[in-house]
């Protein structure tokens, strides 16, 4: 429709070109109109292309946000099945995490989990490992509570996340991962999430403290100035960097890291890396691995293969033992293992 509206557009120009031409030319020779006339009926008509155009472009555009409109309100129709909580979560930080018995499926004949359980102590960081599809995403999803489990107990500070408020659970809960979203909004709203009441010496204070006092210093309205959702002018460094900020802001008890560094360069790395440690203090952590030399950081292993945990335990505890899945992946450096 576009095009043929365009095809319209260009079509009609044409004969207007002809027609003021021919009846400027018939003007100029019955002695009505000067040879300058002529130009000005002319060129007046060549300046209504444009804008005409660009009324089509919008008319086109409009049309896009009337579907875009319609399935909002569709979305906004869905009732969820999750059943919110109605205690709140307790302050104690950081935050323990236990699965018991945990069994879940997105479709009824599909299990992704099997029975699982763990315990990851307060203030200790799980390295989470196996390969695509063993349920590593699954994991993170039913912390936020996005899906319900079908069997066994979550609980998260020893309270069982299903009593927890919605709202309370995912504001303890802070997630990186490695495609950082951005909005057509402020760089205020974008680190905040929209939230009132953070002030600007906060975020600034933590923008530079991450290391992008030099980016923030070139933007030209500071934090008012307007971000598109392409992240343009962002560095893929600066963007998780970003994110590193948005989760300090919401400073949350349990903090979940998609290996944020697997995509950038060394000297990059080494500025997220800061940023994780720095995050990591003082909350419970659980890193997804793509790569072995990034759980060198952590305290537990957790191997997850179809499912089912293949191998848990102390990080030190499993390099120790020739035997474990854990010690052959270091030995033999099999990194696509996990990937």
């Known amino acids: ?10 079509i009609m ?25 002529v130009f000005l009926v002319f060129h007046y008509t060549s300046m209504l292309r444009e ?3 660009q009324i089509s472009q919008q008319i086109n555009e409009l ?7 319609k399935r ?33 499926a997105y479709n009824p004949d599909e299990t992704v989990l099997q029975n699982v359980s763990f315990t990851l102590e307060p203030g200790k960081t799980l390295g989470l490992l196996g390969r695509t599809g063993s349920g ?9 509570r996005f899906y319900d489990i079908q069997s066994g107990q979550i609980r998260i500070g020893n309270q069982p996340i299903q009593e927890i408020k919605l709202e309370d659970l995912r504001q303890h809960v802070g997630l990186v991962t490695q495609d950082v979203q951005l ?14 009441g953070v002030s600007d010496q906060k975020i600034v204070a ?10 923030y210093h070139a933007l030209p309205d500071g934090l008012d100035t307007e971000l598109t959702t392409s992240g343009s002018g962002l560095s893929a460094g600066e963007a998780q960097l970003l994110a590193f900020t948005r989760v300090f802001l919401k400073d949350p008890g349990l903090v979940i890291l998609d290996e944020p560094s697997s995509r950038l360069d060394p000297a990059t790395e080494q500025n997220i890396n800061r940023a994780v440690e720095r995050l990591l203090q003082n909350r419970t952590g659980i890193i997804i691995a793509h790569r072995l030399d990034t759980v060198q950081r952590v305290d537990n292993i957790l191997i997850l293969d179809h499912g089912n945990i293949q191998e848990f335990g102390d990080r030190s505890d499993l390099v120790a033992d020739p035997n474990s899945q854990f010690s052959h992946l270091l030995k033999t450096g099999l990194g696509e293992l996990i990937t």
Not at 20 to 27: E, N, S, V
Not at 183 to 196: I, M
Not at 206 to 215: D, H, K, M, R
């Open 1 to 10: 429709m576009s095009e043929l509206l365009r095809a319209i557009t260009g």
């Open 13 to 37: 120009f044409v004969l207007g070109y002809a027609l003021a031409m021919g009846m400027g030319i018939w003007m100029y020779r019955e002695g009505t109109f000067t040879i300058g006339a």
């Open 51 to 53: 804008p005409l155009f």
């Open 63 to 69: 049309q896009r946000a009337t579907a875009g409109l």
């Open 72 to 104: 909002v309100e569709e979305l906004h129709r869905i009732q969820t099945n999750i059943q919110d909580g109605d205690q709140e979560l307790a302050e104690t930080r950081p935050l323990g995490l236990t699965f018991d018995n945990v069994t879940f």
């Open 136 to 144: 590593k995403t699954t994991i993170t999803r039913l912390l936020f």
């Open 183 to 196: 909005f057509n909004a402020s760089v205020r709203d974008n680190l905040t999430l929209f939230r009132p």
């Open 206 to 215: 933590l923008i530079e403290e991450l290391g992008l006092s030099t980016w």
